[in-house]
C-alpha cells in the first residue's frame, strides 16, 4: 500500500471565536450583500468571515462579494473586506491566481492612494500578511510611496509590509534597506524609528550598526522600543563576534540606568550574558534590585528573582554585598515572593552579613505580630512560619547567632497557629542538643513563655524539654514550680455533695458545657478519640473545680480529657522529682514533701480518668503510664536509673544524626548533578565558532525550545501512542499524546485505507471529567490511501479522572448520509499530574483529619517483603514517603507507613500504608487515600489496584 503524508496545515493569521448560532446559508448571505445597505453587507461579511475561518468553504460568493462590496465607501466594510481578502482562497487547484484577483489588486491600489490615512494604514498592514508575489507586484510602487506619507500610522504600516516582502521575495524590492535607511535618518516618530531598525536589523545588518553608531551619544533619548531593538542587535552582534562586546559595553551600562523597567531588565540580562566583570555584575544586579523594589507586577519580580538564583552559582560574592538591597522586597504582601526572596537569602549569608540578615528577620518577625495584634484574619500565619524556618536555618548554618535566633522564637510558644509553635519547640530540641552551653538559658527561657503555650503537642515537647535538661538546683525548682501553677490546685473533680449540702448550697450553679468529639490522627495514621468537658460556676469557689483558667491553658486541657498529654505531665514531673531528691537527698523532708505533691498530682489525673463526670474514660495505655510513675515515686531510690541512664536523649540525638546524614546525602547528589561529564565538550570562548553554545548568551529561540518540551526523547513518546481505530476499518487513526502541565496536546494521524475520496472527512473528539476540548481537527478530503496528520488540544482543569472519546465522520458517495467510525476511549493517566512532595507529621494529620474523602484498599500482592512492597507502591503511585529511611529498614513484620503528593492543581493527596506479613510468608493489610476531592482518591485507589500485584515490570 502507497500512502502520501498529507501537507503541514497552512499558517493562520487570523484567529476568532465561533458561535454557531451566527451560521447562515450561502442564499442568505448572496442576499446580504447584494443589499444596498452598508450594515447589511457587513453583517453578511462578518457570517462568512466566521464560518470560512473554522473551516467552511463559500468559492460562489467570491464574485458577488467584489460586485457588490468591493466599491463600498463604509469604513466598516472596508475593512472587514481586508480580513476577508486574508483567509479566502486566491489560487486554483493547479496553484494558478485567481482572475477575480486582479479585481481585488485594483481596489488595493486605490485604498493605498486613499486620502484616509486610517484606510491605507489598514491596507498596508493587510499586504504585510500577503504571501502571493502576483498580488504583491503591482503594488510596490505605491507601498514604498507611502514612506513619505505625512501622517505617522502609514509609514509605519509601510516599513512593515516592505519589510515582511523584502524578507519573502526579496527581488521585489531590492533596494527596499536603501529606502528604510533613508527614512531612518530623518524619522522624528520613535515607533516609525523602531520598525525601520527593526527591518535593517533583520535584513542588513551592517547598515543597522552604522546608525547605532552615529546615534549611540543620544541612545538613551530615544524610545523605549527602539532600545529594545538596540539590545536584542547588540547580543546578536556579540554572539558573531566576541570583538564588539567591549565596543558596546558602555552603551549597554547607560541603559541599564534607564527609567524604563523593561529597557533596564532587558539592558541587565545583556549585561551579565556579554561580561562576568564585577563591575559589571554588580551593575546589573543594582538594577534587579531597583526594579525589585519598584516594579508592581508580581510575576516580573519572581522571573527577577529567578535572574538572581543564576547569578548566584558564579558571581556569589557580588550577591552576597548586595543582598541587604534584595531582602526590601520583603515589604511586599505577596508570600510567593516572600519566600523566594528567603530562600535566596539563605543562599547568600555569610558570615559577613549574617547578623543583618538576622536582625531584618527579626523585624520582619515582630512586624507580622503588630499586624495580627487584635485582628481575626490571620494573613501573616504563613509568612511567619517561613520566617521561623529561615531563622532556624541560618541558626543551624551560623552558630555563632544561635543564642539571639532560639531567645526571639521562644517569644513566640504561644502563637495562635500550632504549626508556628511547635515548630519552635523542634528548633529548641535540636538546639539544645547541639549547644549544651545554652541549656540554662533556654529552659529558663521555656519556663517564662510556658503559661502562653496552648497547643497540647507543644504542651508535650516543651515537657521533654524540661524532664530532660532540668538538672540544676534553681532551674529545677523554677520547673517545677511553674508546672505545678501551671495545672492548678488538685483535685481536678468535684465529689459528690449530699442532700444537706446541696441545699446550703443553692446560690452556686454549675452548668457543664459540653463540646464536638472529634477522633485525633497519631503519627502512625491510627485513630484516637478526644473530648473535653469544661464546668463553669457563678460563685467565686476555692475549690480546684472553680478553678480559672484559659480555654485552652494545661489545667484545661488535662480536664478536657487529654490523657496522652497527662502522661507527659506525669512523666516530666516524675523525672524532676526524682532529680531534686536526688539533690535534697533521698528520704529528707524537702524531698518526701515534693514527692507527696507529685504523687498527689498524678494520682488525682488517674481519678479524672476513672471519673463518671469525665469527658471519656482513661484508656489503658495511659493508665498503665500513669501507674508507672507512682511506682516510680513511691520508691524514689529505686528510680535513679530513669535519670541517669538519658537513653531519651540518646535516642533523640541518634535521630538527629539521622536527620542530618539524610541532608548530607541530599547535598551529595544535587553537587553530582551539577557536575560535567568526563567526556563532555570543552568550549575555549577565544577559540569557539559562532556555532557552538555560549551558555551566557541569551538565546532566544532556545528558550522557545524548552518552553515546548523538546527535551522528550523518542521512546518516550512511542510510550504514548493510542490506536483509535482497527486494522480493518475504512479509516484508520491512531494518536501521539502529549502532556504538558495543563494541555494536552494530541497529534492524530489518520490513514485512508479505500481507494476513493472520502469528502468531509473530520475526527469529533469529546471528553468526559474536568476535559475540555479547546482546539479541534477541521474536516478536510482525504484521498484514497492518503495519511493526514491533525491536531487537537484539550485544556485540563483538575486531577479528576477524564476520558477522551469520540468518532470519525466523513460523507457517503451520494452526500445524502454520514458514515461514523467510533473511536477506543482514552483514559487519562493521573500519574501526569502527580508529583511527589514532603510536608510535616503535624500537617500530614491535620489534612487528614480534614479531608472528606477515603478510600479504602486492600492489599493484594505476591511481594514477599514489606519493604519490597512499600517501595513498589512509592513507584507507582509517584508518592514521597515521609517516613523516615532507618523506621521502614529492616527486617520487620510489620510496617506502617505515610505518603504524600500534590498534583499540578494544588491538590493535596495522602496515602497511609499499613501491612503485615504473616507466618506463611504473605503480605496483608489495607492502604487507606485520603483527599479533598472524590477523584484523586478513586483514581490513585484504581491505579494501586491494578499494579500493586506484583512489582515486575509489565
Not at 529505686?638 to 538527629?656: R, V
Request: aromatic share 6%.
Amino acid at each position: 500500500m502507497t500512502s502520501a503524508t498529507a501537507v503541514a496545515e497552512k499558517p493562520c493569521t487570523l484567529l476568532l471565536h465561533y458561535d454557531n448560532a451566527v451560521s447562515m446559508k450561502e442564499n442568505d448571505l448572496q442576499a446580504k450583500f447584494e443589499s444596498k445597505n452598508d450594515s447589511d453587507k457587513a453583517e453578511g461579511l462578518k457570517a462568512i468571515i466566521l464560518m470560512m475561518v473554522n473551516g467552511e468553504s463559500f468559492p460562489k460568493l467570491l464574485m458577488y462579494i467584489i460586485k457588490f462590496c468591493l466599491h463600498s465607501d463604509d469604513h466598516a466594510v472596508k475593512k472587514l473586506l481586508l480580513l476577508y481578502w486574508e483567509i479566502v482562497e486566491k489560487k486554483n487547484k493547479d496553484g494558478q491566481l485567481l482572475h477575480e484577483m486582479i479585481l481585488v489588486c485594483n481596489a488595493m491600489k486605490n485604498n493605498l492612494n486613499h486620502p484616509n490615512e486610517y484606510i491605507r494604514g489598514s491596507t498596508l498592514r493587510f499586504l504585510s500578511k500577503m504571501k502571493e508575489p502576483e498580488i504583491l507586484e503591482s503594488l510596490i510602487p505605491s507601498i514604498t510611496a507611502n514612506l513619505e506619507h505625512r501622517h505617522s500610522y502609514v509609514r509605519k504600516n509601510a516599513v512593515v509590509t516592505i519589510f515582511t516582502i523584502h524578507q519573502a521575495h526579496p527581488e521585489l524590492i531590492p533596494d527596499a534597506p536603501e529606502l528604510v535607511e533613508q527614512l531612518l535618518q530623518s524619522e522624528p516618530n520613535p515607533l516609525v524609528k523602531r520598525n525601520a531598525f527593526l527591518m535593517l536589523f533583520h535584513c542588513e545588518q551592517a547598515r543597522a550598526l552604522n546608525y547605532l553608531n552615529s546615534v549611540m551619544p543620544t541612545l538613551p533619548t530615544l524610545g523605549e522600543s527602539f532600545q529594545l531593538v538596540v539590545l536584542e542587535l547588540i547580543r546578536k552582534v556579540c554572539r558573531s563576534n566576541a570583538a564588539a562586546k567591549s565596543v558596546y559595553l558602555r552603551c549597554i551600562l547607560g541603559l541599564v540606568a534607564s527609567t524604563s523597567h523593561a529597557v533596564s531588565f532587558e539592558a541587565a540580562n545583556t549585561l551579565v550574558a556579554l561580561s562576568s566583570t564585577p563591575t559589571a555584575v554588580r551593575a546589573a544586579v543594582t538594577a534587579y534590585c531597583h526594579l525589585l523594589q519598584n516594579e508592581s507586577d508580581n510575576n516580573i519580580r519572581l522571573v527577577i528573582l529567578e535572574k538572581l538564583s543564576t547569578l548566584r552559582a558564579r558571581n556569589e560574592k557580588v550577591l552576597q554585598d548586595m543582598l541587604m538591597d534584595i531582602l526590601r522586597v520583603l515589604d511586599t504582601p505577596n508570600l510567593d515572593i516572600r519566600k523566594k526572596t528567603l530562600q535566596l537569602a539563605l543562599d547568600l549569608v555569610s558570615a559577613r552579613n549574617v547578623d543583618q540578615v538576622v536582625q531584618t528577620m527579626k523585624k520582619e518577625l515582630a512586624k507580622t505580630q503588630q499586624q495580627d495584634h487584635g485582628s481575626t484574619d490571620k494573613t501573616n500565619d504563613p509568612y511567619r512560619k517561613v520566617l521561623m524556618d529561615s531563622l532556624h536555618q541560618v541558626a543551624v548554618k551560623f552558630p555563632e547567632v544561635v543564642s539571639s535566633v532560639v531567645l526571639i522564637l521562644l517569644n513566640y510558644l504561644g502563637d495562635d497557629n500550632p504549626i508556628n509553635a511547635l515548630d519552635v519547640m523542634t528548633f529548641v530540641k535540636e538546639i539544645i542538643d547541639s549547644y549544651p552551653h545554652l541549656c540554662e538559658s533556654i529552659v529558663t527561657k521555656v519556663l517564662e513563655n510556658f503559661d502562653e503555650i496552648r497547643a497540647p503537642e507543644v504542651y508535650r515537647a516543651a515537657l521533654w524539654v524540661l524532664g530532660e535538661f532540668c538538672s540544676e538546683g534553681g532551674v529545677l525548682e523554677l520547673a517545677l514550680t511553674t508546672i505545678k501553677n501551671a495545672i492548678g490546685a488538685v483535685p481536678f473533680v468535684i465529689e459528690e455533695k449530699t442532700e444537706e449540702e446541696k441545699k446550703t448550697a443553692s446560690t452556686t450553679t454549675t452548668t457543664p458545657a459540653t463540646t464536638e468529639k472529634k477522633p485525633a490522627v497519631l503519627a502512625d495514621g491510627t485513630y484516637a478519640s478526644q473530648g473535653s468537658v469544661t464546668t463553669t460556676s457563678s460563685t467565686d469557689d476555692k475549690s480546684a473545680s472553680s478553678t480559672t483558667k484559659p480555654a485552652n491553658s494545661l489545667r484545661s486541657l488535662l480536664i478536657g480529657g487529654d490523657y496522652f498529654l497527662c502522661t507527659a505531665v506525669a512523666t516530666t514531673l516524675t523525672k524532676l522529682c526524682l532529680r531534686y531528691c536526688s539533690i535534697s537527698g533521698f528520704g529528707s523532708a524537702a524531698a518526701n514533701e515534693e514527692n507527696a505533691r507529685i504523687l498527689l498530682i498524678i494520682v488525682s489525673m488517674v481519678r479524672l480518668g476513672g471519673n463518671k463526670s469525665a469527658a471519656k474514660p482513661m484508656d489503658p495505655d495511659s493508665w498503665q503510664r500513669l501507674m508507672l510513675c507512682i511506682r516510680v515515686l513511691l520508691k524514689p531510690e529505686n528510680g535513679l536509673e530513669i535519670i541517669t541512664g538519658d537513653k531519651s536523649k540518646a535516642a533523640y540525638s541518634s535521630i538527629l544524626a539521622q536527620k542530618k546524614a539524610a541532608a548530607k546525602k541530599s547535598e551529595k547528589k544535587e553537587e553530582v548533578a551539577v557536575k560535567r561529564q568526563v567526556d563532555e565538550l570543552i568550549q575555549i570562548r577565544l577559540l569557539k565558532g559562532t556555532t557552538a553554545a555560549d551558555d551566557d548568551v541569551i538565546d532566544e529561540d532556545e528558550d522557545l525550545l524548552k518552553s515546548f518540551g523538546s527535551k522528550s526523547k523518542i521512546d518516550s513518546k512511542l510510550n504514548r501512542v493510542f490506536q483509535l481505530t482497527g486494522f480493518g476499518d475504512p479509516v484508520y487513526a491512531e494518536a501521539q499524546l502529549s502532556v504538558n502541565d495543563y494541555d494536552i496536546m494530541l497529534d492524530i494521524l489518520v490513514v485512508n485505507q479505500t481507494t476513493t475520496v472520502l469528502q468531509n472527512l473530520c475526527v469529533e473528539l469529546y471528553c468526559s471529567g474536568d476535559l475540555k476540548v479547546v482546539e479541534r481537527p477541521q474536516s478536510f478530503n482525504s484521498a484514497g490511501l492518503s495519511a493526514t496528520r491533525l491536531n487537537a488540544t484539550i485544556k485540563v482543569t483538575s486531577t479528576e479522572a477524564g476520558v477522551i472519546f469520540g468518532n470519525i465522520a466523513y460523507d457517503s458517495a451520494s452526500g445524502a448520509n454520514k458514515t461514523f467510525v467510533c473511536l477506543n476511549n482514552i483514559h487519562m493517566d493521573i500519574m501526569d499530574y502527580i508529583q511527589p512532595a514532603n510536608c510535616t507529621d503535624f500537617q500530614f494529620r491535620s489534612m487528614w483529619a480534614e479531608f472528606e474523602w477515603e478510600n479504602k484498599v486492600a492489599v493484594n500482592t505476591d511481594i514477599p517483603e514489606v519493604n519490597e512492597y512499600l517501595e513498589h507502591i512509592v513507584a507507582i503511585t509517584n508518592m514521597a514517603c515521609l517516613t523516615s529511611d532507618p523506621s521502614v529498614a529492616g527486617s520487620a513484620a510489620f510496617l506502617s507507613a505515610n505518603l504524600y503528593s500534590r498534583s499540578l492543581f494544588g491538590e493535596d493527596a495522602l496515602l497511609n500504608l499499613s501491612v503485615e506479613k504473616q507466618k506463611n510468608g504473605k503480605v496483608i493489610g489495607y492502604i487507606r487515600i485520603r483527599a479533598k476531592t472524590q477523584g484523586i482518591a478513586l483514581s490513585l485507589g484504581d491505579k494501586i489496584t491494578a499494579k500493586q500485584r506484583t512489582n515486575k515490570p509489565q
